[in-house]
């Protein structure tokens, strides 16, 4: 079946659900835990609705550090099985999901004067344990070469703003860094669609009941009983919302942009501990555009405080850069961040007052009165064993005609080796679009004016903004400009782009915009 999101789609399927249309599973929240869930489902043989009250990855999975993670840090403190399903899942995604999303990214761990020689034996035992469970998982050789130790004049070649006083090198270790996560969401819902999932985005569900939820427009196409045999909750930290036997209590991780060049243009990641807190970094990770990205905090939200964007504080910004500044010779301020966003993380209540982390493994949790399933927690990374979890649940239950899981062999739409290359296709358009890259090239169609950036100093092509609303299902402004092609991540790009979006896909402008 065709990939393709289209608004045209969207009203066809909408329509057929309301006139009482019955499905087998209802997916609620469109993140990466959604279109997961609905992709293992719609490729064992199930009929499959998704909804999402805002666009595809408005929530969490639009705030992430963007890392195809190893578990590291789950390894350090211990939780080897954690570890272990983060580095196999991410093997998975990058060697076959979605290779053309996933590239390496070198990391620096800088002996800075404040770290000592135990702390650096520490991180680098860490490190070769993280290495050795890499190649039990199955990472393609190759793909993440292994830590090792570098010297001072070699980290800074890597990291050209660090501080040179007292540096005595650096470990040198490998990740994996994804491409962008809305794009991988985005791929995974129109894999989804091509196995037949009706993919609805805008649509937001009030209640869930054993026989489906009451769902309505955010268009303004109205309301409507929507029928399902079974029915998932994967909204999040938003779960309990809609379930609630669900009790979660969100902590805020907070991200800044920087200007690469005002790092010196590097080529690999820095971690630097935060004072006090062995095992805590704040990391520096270079992007594509131009761009650093520096996180990370981890502060609990005030009780009933959920809002739908989490904001940054000033007190977040400063305490970022105070950290990171310990390792630069030339100190950031407030005055070169270009962007900055927060995403929530999930605890669990576990009803007798204590909490448990569910951002590190992931909870199924059903409801015994309505049937209704409740995913929480894991990682981006994790999200096919989340998805596959949820599947394995429901075709347990009697009267399911499910086939076994095939996801971990299943590429994206797009997929594609990593570093392929197509002549006369901009390098961008590989980098984000993968195999599809020609045809979103072939979009400017007589007009190479398309192919060139939609403002100057701005990095998305026009050919980006069109192929978002005829192709990837954008339905608003924001669809296409904090969505699928991430402009909103700087708002001085944002603001730039926006009369060419006027100009370009005029249709999109009128249909109001989801926070
Ligand atoms: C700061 C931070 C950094 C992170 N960095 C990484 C990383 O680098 N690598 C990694 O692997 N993981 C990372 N994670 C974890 C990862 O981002 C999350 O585990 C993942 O994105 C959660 O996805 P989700 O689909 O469960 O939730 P969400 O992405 O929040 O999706 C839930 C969706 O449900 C929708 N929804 C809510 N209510 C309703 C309703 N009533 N009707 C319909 N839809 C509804 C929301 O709009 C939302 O889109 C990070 C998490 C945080 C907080």
Known sequence: MNPDLTAARRTRELDLLAAGHEV???????GITGVGVAL????????????????????????????????????????????????????????????HLIRALPMLFALLPGVSATGARLTASGLRAGDVMRRAAGTRPGRLPRTRHISAAEAQRWFPALDPTGLRGALLSWDGQLEDDVRLVVALARTAAAHGALVLPHVRAEQLHAGGAEVRDALGGGAFSLRARHVVNATGVWAGTLAPGVT?????????????????????????????????????LPRPDGLVLVGLTDEPLPPGELPDVPEVTDDEERF???????????????????????????????????TADVSRRHAVLGDPMSGVLTVVGGKLTTYRRMAQDVVDAIARRPGVAATPCRTTNLPAVGAQPQGTRVAGVPARLTRRYGAEAPAVAALADGRPELLSPVVPGVPVLGVELRWAVEREGALTASDVLDGRTRLGLVPAWRAA???????????????????
């Not at 570890?83 to 979605?98: F, K, N, P, Q, Y």
């Not at 782009?497 to 926070?515: D, I, K, N, S, T």
């Open 24 to 30: 087998d599973v209802l997916v609620v929240g469109g």
């Open 40 to 99: 293992d489902a719609a490729s064992r043989g199930l009929s499959v609705a998704l909804v999402e009250r805002g666009d595809l990855a408005s929530g969490t999975s639009r705030w992430s550090s963007k890392l195809a993670h190893g578990g590291l840090r789950y390894l350090a403190r211990g939780n080897v099985g954690v570890a272990w399903e983060s580095a196999t899942e991410r093997a998975i995604l990058a060697d076959r999901t979605a290779p």
């Open 497 to 515: 782009a926006l009369p060419a979006l006027e100009r370009l896909v005029p249709e999109v402008l009128g249909r109001g915009v989801h926070a």
């Open 248 to 284: 979660l209590r969100p902590s805020k991780g907070s991200h800044l942009l920087i200007g690469a060049d005002r790092l010196g243009d590097p080529a690999a990641a820095i971690n630097v501990p935060v004072p006090g807190h062995f095992g805590r970094f704040v990391f520096a």
């Open 320 to 354: 970022l850069l105070t950290t990171l500044n310990q390792a630069l010779e030339t100190h950031l301020t407030p005055a070169d961040v270009v962007g900055r966003f927060a995403g929530l993380r999930p605890l669990l209540d576990a009803g007798d007052g204590s």
